[in-house]
């Protein structure tokens, strides 16, 4: 009898595990890796879905209802309050096809091809209907840092011709709580070889034949700035890949995820090699980026690595404390 016991216990511990790691038969999907970073992922490979989804319940204070990019030390989203606005859009040959919750909830010019997740991975197929076996393919996926989630970005040219012109447009409004809809936002990495442009708007429509515009935050546009607002903006990443041979795919890498400072974020993008990066920040304190640096950040993509050094202002108010130090140390 106790032998039957075990074997009922073992039995139900193997099915408990298959059921964590097997790919679920459903369009959306709340990941996580573990350490208090969750994405919720959509059936293209955008974020910003309904929260319980797949029975993952995380009732984030600032976004009831729904889960973006999620980090659970605040339990606060930094995407979903106000806008689903978090998207992306792939081109050649002078066409386009996007993706965007917040924008009707229809893709344009995009189909999904298949989705498939279990709870801490998930990969969205999507294809492009005006030119068929034209796919883009986000493999989501813990990374090497424990305060990032990685996507693989591939894109593939499937179509039998060349493809002219390929470009990937990524967008997504921050709303950084507890201050939501009022953050610092930071963008570094500008210029990388296929970075065509960037801007702190976040609401634009992903289209990566429109280049960025300014969204009027005080932000340049096509340039790197540290800690701009507080304002309800975010960041638009618009890449270049030029022309995909027939059979040929491009791959790059996202990241998305937080840290408990800036500091820590830095040295989280490091780990993973990114080249560059926006950070969104809540309007209190943008120079520690305590109690959370929310981080959106790609590598892959032709820029110098980032160091995991505190940026100028950091810098700036570190060395102004070690003065302090010194002089209290000689009283």
Known sequence: MVKSQHFVVAAVAVVALLAFTAPQAQAQAIITNGTGIYLGVDRMGNLDIPDGTGGVVLTPTNSPGWVGLYYAPIDGDATAPGCLCEGFGIAANGVSG????????????????????TAATATAVAEMTSNPGFTVTHDFKPSASPDLMEVDVTLTNGTGSILTDVRYDRTMDWDIPPTTFNEYSTIQGWPASALLGTSDDGFAIPDPMVLPASLGCGAPVNANYIDVGPCDHGARFVFGFGD??????????IFYGASANERMALLALGVVGAEVYSFGQQAGDPLGGAPATFIFGFEGVGGTPVEPVPEPATLLLLGTGLVGVARRFRR
Do not use: H, R
């Not at 009707?104 to 091809?113: C, D, I, Q």
């Open 98 to 117: 996007w993706v965007d919750n917040s924008i009707g909830g229809s893709p344009s010019n995009l189909a999904s091809v298949s989705f498939a997740s």
């Open 244 to 253: 995909l041979a027939a059979g040929e795919s491009k791959t790059f890498k």
